[in-house]
């Protein structure tokens, strides 16, 4: 049972910065896509990023591009999110997730309801 692990979360003022890691238990196939999800209360669960295994191609949600990077280790199996210039809006529970490549994920990297394995999510609370 493949298994993700988020860490890194916490509370930070406005303008701050966070790094959010997601370890992967293995492989989740030769190619895969991993992605970074949040949710705020009452709101619906958003995309924010994700990354393909293989080539590194990355995409970002409009309200983080130019914020917020994903990287990865393919080494450690661990995604990485960095999140700069944090501000109230980007409180939420911040999930990660990951599915095999395929070319419904490669036409929509951010959304959800196509991965497979998720997390138990990690809080990131932003504060004036």
């Known amino acids: 049972q493949v298994q993700l692990v988020e860490s890194g979360g916490g509370s930070v003022q406005a303008g701050g910065s966070l790094r959010l890691s997601c370890a992967i238990s293995e492989r989740i196939a030769d190619s895969w896509f991993t992605g970074w999800f949040r949710q705020a209360p009452g709101k619906e669960r958003e995309g924010v990023a994700s990354?393909?295994?293989?080539?590194?191609?990355?995409f970002y949600a409009d309200s983080v591009k130019g914020r917020f990077a994903v990287s990865q280790d393919n080494a450690k199996n661990t995604v990485y999110l960095q999140m700069n210039s944090l501000n109230l809006e980007d409180t939420a529970m911040y999930y990660c997730?990951?599915?095999?490549?395929?070319?419904?994920?490669?036409?929509?990297?951010?959304?959800?309801?196509?991965?497979?394995?998720w997390g138990q999510g990690t809080q990131v609370t932003v504060s004036s």
């Open positions: 997730a990951a599915r095999p490549s395929g070319p419904m994920i490669w036409e929509s990297p951010l959304q959800a309801s196509l991965y497979t394995y």
């Open positions: 990354i393909n295994s293989n080539y590194g191609s990355t």
